[in-house]
């Protein structure tokens, strides 16, 4: 089955990190870009950022840069986000997904077709 | 950055048609996403490169994209149907490079 599965919930005290991961199977990890997306509580959804599983480059939404890391092993099939310097508003959930593209393929991006199912980072003192 | 707005609401009797918009500059020289979310899920996909629907998703559903609007159309609105719907494109000029709309909650009266 092509499915995406997280791990647990986290809760973390302000100014720590949080490594979130999220394990492929049923297709070829390195064959598609893994994206990461964000959901505040009651808010709506923000990409984070995408790693190509292939060569393990990255992109980031200006956002999260400096604070966020995306990496991929390929020896485990698993896509891994880190958030450092955390806050109360990086309280959400946070979401892998992948549109089954990569820098060969979609020369415009399809959509984000698998989804795994979440993992809520709570931050709080 | 690209802005994508959408209605925060939209309310429409069982059997009815609910049109959700989703507002960009020139959105339609671009590829609209939508995507349904119910309380608790993640996101499941609905349309995809403004109007094709992936495996499985009911024909009720379906999209279009013009000028500065693109539009996701459910007919014949059933009561699983109310969920959060979100429009997103991919602006390779942009950041993010992948933006999401407002979001639009979809009540069924």
């Known amino acids: 089955e092509v499915q995406l599965v997280q791990s647990g919930a986290e809760v973390k005290k302000p100014g720590a990190t949080v490594k979130i991961s999220c394990k492929v199977s049923g297709y070829t990890f390195t064959d598609y870009y893994m994206h990461w997306v964000q959901q505040a509580p009651g808010k709506g959804l923000e990409w984070m950022g995408l790693v190509d599983p292939e060569d393990g480059e990255t992109i980031y939404a200006e956002k999260f840069q400096g604070r966020v890391t995306i990496t991929a092993d390929t020896s485990t099939d698993t896509a891994y986000m880190e958030l450092s310097s955390l806050r109360s508003e990086d309280t959400a959930v946070y979401y892998c997904a992948t549109d089954f593209c990569s820098s060969t393929s979609c020369p415009v991006p399809l959509g984000l077709s698998l989804w795994g199912q979440g993992t809520l980072v709570t931050v709080s003192s | ?109």
Request: hydrophobic share 30%; aromatic share 10%; charged share 15%.
């Open chain 2, 1 to 109: 950055s690209y802005v994508l707005t959408q209605p925060p609401s939209v309310s429409v009797a069982p059997g009815k048609t609910a049109r959700i918009t989703c507002g960009g500059n020139n959105i339609g020289s671009k590829s609209v996403h939508w995507y349904q979310q119910k309380p608790g899920q993640a996101p499941v996909l609905v349309i995809y490169y403004d109007s094709d629907r992936p495996s499985g998703i009911p024909e009720r559903f379906s999209g279009s994209n013009s000028g500065n609007t693109a539009t996701l159309t459910i007919s014949r609105v059933e009561a699983g149907d109310e969920a959060d719907y979100y429009c997103q494109v991919w602006d390779s000029s942009s950041d993010p490079l992948y933006v999401f709309g407002t979001g639009t909650k979809v009540t069924v009266l």
